[in-house]
């Protein structure tokens, strides 16, 4: 009686392996982030093409700022985890709305901690209760400083990414000193308009700040 109840009971049991159990777990939970390890196409192609971890010097912070945006804001909505070495990372630079900045999350350790506070900062994001809870961890940034190996991007003085401004036209030839001087403004207007570069042997990348 006891062999037979147990057997009905086995009976009406969906046994399934752990990929279709994971499988359909994910199916119940909305995307929420875009195709490509960063989001930005560009940027992604030159990823696939390095074999990952962006390693950028130069200006590279105007590309973290980039990245960190389009990691938090629409259609990624995501988190950013930033571990900022040199406690140089502006927030105040960043082009994303006061909303969306309240997903950003800065950690300032020293070169030693990097390793440390990209690993427990991605676990809290992960398992931890925060206002990030429903948001998939977008993007892991080191700012000024090496090494990182958990790190999506990592920007330091030693790449092989570099950042600068887009290319403005030069002075004419034969200027005076006074028209030079009159043309400085509309000059930086021009590069500012112009935007930014980050180039390597892998690709470009080119973006104007919001």
Do not use: N
């Amino acid at each position: 009686m006891a062999a037979a109840q147990g057997a009905r009971l086995l009976g009406e049991i969906e046994i399934g392996t752990l990929d279709e159990l994971f499988r359909d777990l994910k199916s119940l939970q909305p995307p929420t982030t875009a195709p490509g390890r960063l989001g930005i196409p560009e940027l992604d192609e030159i990823w696939d093409c390095r074999g990952g971890q962006l390693y950028v010097c130069g200006r590279y912070k105007a590309l973290l700022y980039h990245i960190v945006s389009s990691a938090v804001s629409a259609p990624r909505s995501g988190v950013a985890l930033v571990v900022d070495v040199d406690g140089r990372f502006d927030v105040t630079r960043l082009s994303c709305s006061e909303e969306e900045l309240r997903h950003v999350y800065v950690v300032r350790c020293g070169k030693e901690g990097v390793e440390r506070c990209l690993e427990e900062g991605r676990s809290w994001l992960v398992y931890g209760e925060h206002g990030s809870k429903g948001r998939e961890l977008g993007v892991r940034v080191v700012s000024g400083g090496e090494g990182g190996k958990g790190a999506d991007v990592v920007g330091c003085w030693r790449g092989w990414m570099k950042v600068g401004r887009g290319a403005a036209p030069g002075f004419g030839g034969g200027i005076s000193v006074e028209e030079a001087m009159g043309e400085r403004g509309e000059r930086q207007g021009v590069v500012e308009r112009s935007g930014w570069r980050a180039e390597s042997d892998y690709g470009q990348y080119r973006w104007v700040e919001e």
